[in-house]
């Protein structure tokens, strides 16, 4: 299966960071990972291992003959995307209108999520103490967008007044209706981290194919490409390497969280793997001090139609290939040593490299890249892979970059 369908796969049954991490559970336990639970022992003998945290997971790879203090080769990307998520309360009824209150997650576009046939997902805490992930492929809610005859100036929405969804005619608990579709009782639920997503499915476009169109690119591509990345490095075989995949949650949101970016998660693994492998206390420093980490985060492209938006010495261009991103206010944690890092892992791949540098006079984004680096003091190198409408309810790729994107991960990992 080429990389792009293996994205849209990954994409298709990944609604929200608790099933992202599923489905990235599922691909590594069938490539021989084992599961463990951070409350247990950690596991002594070398070998395939993760860990999931809500909607964060964290897998190793850790060869035989590697000594307690080798250092490890790390790739992180994020789970999570921009979306429209259920407030605690949420019922409303409006001139004979059921409709539902959502709150934004993130930045997301917000004109882009009106007018689509939106299913819900996410995960419940029930009143037996269990919790469980659900998801509801049915167009239950619906924002509508107001029409151009009642607004011909094109209001901008707001946030708090404009989101609510339709919810259909009868006045009834959305929990209820969610309830029945996804086989719990509405009165049962004592929590819930439940969100909307965009019912069409992804798939290839433009007259070759040569596109893949998708929700939550920004960053399940990122994920996807990590993953193939992963497990072509732990096939390589070397007895070695310490290969680490760690998928974030909240990242769009700030990373501060217990399994954020921002969080002793990761520094946690790392330690109790060297602690686990006979290493002491100083092991643990040394290991890092050996360690390099590819913070994945996708990468604008240059817009077709509003190129002036963009830095005009460093155009990005779609189907171009793998993106190292600097900023020399540290929005971006890559410095001179891991450009070149990253250079040589795409040279000995054999795919191009791009680079990218925001305009100066316009605010940057950043990633889990400054975060992660500040929290366990690897050195750490921003990459990711060129996209348009990053952080639309459907975004765009080249089907091309998403083979390329993961090549370059690989060699990443399995270099020196």
Known sequence: MHAADRLISFVDASPTPFHACETAAARLTEAGFTAVDPRDAWPTAAGRHFIVSGGTLVAWSTGPEAPAHAGFRIVGAHTDSPNLRLKQHHDGWRDGQATVALEPYGG??????????????????????????????EPLLRVPRLAIHLDRDGSKLDRQRHLDALAGLTRRPFLEVVGERAGFHGTAVTGFDLMTFDLRASGRTGPDGELVAAPRLDNQATCSAALDALLGAVEAGDPTARHVMVLFDHEEVGSTSERGADSPLLSSVLERIVLAAGGERDDVFRSVAASVCVSGDMAHATHPNQADKHEPLHRITLGGGPVLKVNQNLRYATDGVGAGIFAAACTAAGVPLQRYVHRADLPC????????????????????????????????????????????????????
């Open 108 to 137: 997301p576009l917000l004109e882009s999520w009106l007018d689509l046939d939106l299913g819900i997902a996410g995960r419940i805490a029930l009143s037996d103490g269990t919790t469980r992930t659900i998801r509801v492929d």
């Open 365 to 416: 984004g950043s990633t889990i890249g400054p975060i992660s680096a500040a929290r366990t003091g690897i050195l750490t190198i921003d990459v990711g892979a060129p996209q348009l409408a990053m952080h639309s309810a459907r975004e765009v790729m080249a089907a091309a970059d998403v083979e390329s994107y993961g090549r370059a991960l690989r060699s990443f990992l399995i270099s020196d």
